[in-house]
């Protein structure tokens, strides 16, 4: 369902239509799944953030400008939330834990038609590599094909700093794909 197909529901929705709010969400759940999965790597938090994306999207629509794309919207809480989340455990993580290392869990992804190939498999696992503010852009550029300026008024940074981190990402791509020899996967 695209976003112009979605507007009637979505103002069903925040007039307090249930049925249309859970419409709204069946389309766009899967989406905002993946969006947070490839930026978090724990499942109960990947998750928790879902849950609190829609909750953020509940409560702020009436803020929502409807001559401008809803995904697009939506994908700006959904950052915007990781990055706070991401805040928030980097905060506790040295309050609790500045003596020890953390162990990365191993992600288990739960979508398996985001991975139908090896080839894609291997991709993903090398863009899980990059440091975030690397893989955010990446994943939005690619996953969801925004545009740099769009991806800028996402993050709320400049343009030249989404093109460097652009840059950056697929320079440390193209570096790892040569050292796993898989160079045709990264243009």
């Not at 994306?53 to 629509?61: A, L, Q």
């Not at 950052?79 to 834990?97: G, N």
């Not at 840059?167 to 898989?182: D, F, N, P």
Request: with cysteine; aromatic share 12%.
């Amino acid at each position: 369902m695209n976003d112009k197909e979605l507007l009637p529901w979505l103002e069903k929705a925040t007039s307090g239509d249930e049925s249309a709010f859970q419409l709204v969400y069946q389309a766009t759940h899967q989406d905002v799944y993946r969006t947070v999965a490839f930026l978090v790597y724990n499942k109960q938090d990947i998750e928790d953030i879902v849950n609190e994306v829609y909750i953020r999207m509940w409560r702020s629509f009436r803020k929502y400008d409807s001559s401008r794309p809803f995904r697009f919207w939506l994908h700006g809480i959904t950052v915007r939330l990781v990055q706070d989340w991401r805040r928030k455990a980097w905060r506790r993580i040295r309050l609790f834990e500045r003596n020890r290392q953390m162990i990365s869990e191993q992600f288990d992804w739960t979508d398996k038609a985001v991975l139908q190939s090896e080839m894609q498999l291997e991709l993903f696992g090398l863009v899980r590599q990059l440091s975030y503010k690397l893989r955010v852009v990446v994943i939005l550029r690619y996953f969801h094909d925004y545009a740099l300026e769009e991806i800028a008024h996402l993050l709320q940074i400049p343009v030249g700093t989404v093109k460097s981190r652009h840059h950056l990402a697929l320079k440390e791509l193209r570096k790892r794909c040569e050292t796993t020899g898989g160079e045709e996967y990264v243009h």
